[in-house]
């Protein structure tokens, strides 16, 4: 599974998106694929950031009111550059994908952290989120 994990970093093209746990930055995902779109969509107490990467995966990330990210998804044919999404958090991912069976879903439920990872060549998911960050009425189901 770390070699899904690895292959994933080093086949995704990095870029400056934000990070799980900082503040959004508006404009700073550089590489959105040609056809693909960057757009916020506020809902209520979070907004959602959701963009294309030029691989063809979507990643959409959640921000509170504040503007901190407190949950990141992605859906594609490539796992995106999750040290860069996660930051902090990445050793906490690569730990638990480490004890996971080979082609398993990554999965851990913490009081400080929920990852949910998964996929085969071609389509991968994941989510990823902060419990302790989410705005009041928002749940697991919100995060798509």
Known sequence: MIAAVTLGLLTETPW???TLGELYSP???ALVSPAGVQRSTP?????????????????????DASGVVFAVTWQGPQIPDLRQLLGTH????????AVSRRRAPVVLNDAHLVI?????QR???????????MP??????DLQ
């Open 16 to 18: 400056a998106g934000a």
């Open 136 to 141: 009041a009425g928002v749940s697991e189901r």
């Open 116 to 120: 949910h990872s998964g996929g085969h």
């Open 123 to 133: 389509a991968f998911s994941g989510q990823v989120y902060l419990p302790e960050r």
């Open 43 to 63: 809902h209520g107490s979070y907004t959602v950031h959701a963009y294309s990467l030029s691989s063809g995966t979507n990643v959409h990330e959640y921000a």
């Open 27 to 29: 404009g700073s995902v």
């Open 90 to 97: 990445f050793d906490q991912y690569a730990a638990t994908a």
